[in-house]
């Protein structure tokens, strides 16, 4: 064995529902918007942008919802999240679902929207909005032998009891074999991988002591609340 100058750190997994194992996390894959936040927007002609977050942004959306240094417009963007279980290149979208997709969770793309709005303006990297501490909240994994491959039924989020976003999961632009497609043509999918798939209209900011209700139907729910300083 390979001595090490420190001992590596141990791997980030998450929670499968039914299950005492659990899934390991190896990269975070997030697609921009993909539903129509106008009535009558057209489907891009183009697949979506799409940029990474660290492993060690996820953990187990429930509890506490830290509010993050650096920012003072701190924002919600509820999202399918698909697990990867076996990866591969140059995937076929028709090939998708019964050999890669393992399974499904309901997740949060938390974002620094100031910092990401200076990115925006000044041309600059993304991930100071985007790949922060605790900024990819997940519920437990359900497997595809649980739920199938979901193509319809309702996400949302609510804010102290408000909502904020609805959408349903046929309202992607883009469907789940071609994203997945998409990303295999440009980076080697490897089995763990998540894909958080897009966020529909609604986002916006919270503040501390805000209580988070979310969720994807048949897939899972969550209550957080956000917090700052010691109590996160």
Known sequence: MTDLVFPALAPTTLPIAGRTDRFPVARVF??????RWLPDEARPARMP????????????A???????????DYCHEIELVVAIGQGGKNI???????RH?????????????????????????????????HSAPCTPIVPVA???HPRAGALWLAVNGEERQRADLSG???PVPELVAMLSRSVALLPGDLIFTGTPAGVGPLAC????????AGIGTFNMTVAAGPNA
């Open 30 to 35: 997030c697609i921009g918007r993909n539903y």
């Open 49 to 60: 942008a799409w940029f990474m977050k660290p492993a060690s942004a996820v953990y187990a």
């Open 62 to 72: 429930s509890g506490v919802l830290p509010y993050p240094a650096d920012t003072t």
């Open 92 to 98: 076929a979208p028709d090939e998708v679902d019964a």
């Open 101 to 133: 997709v393992w399974g499904y969770a309901a997740g949060l793309d938390m974002t620094r929207r100031d910092l990401q709005q200076l990115a925006k303006r000044e041309g600059g990297p993304w991930e100071p909005a985007k790949a922060f501490d």
């Open 146 to 148: 649980s739920c199938g």
């Open 172 to 174: 992607l632009l883009w």
């Open 209 to 216: 002591g805000d209580v988070v209700n979310a969720g994807v």
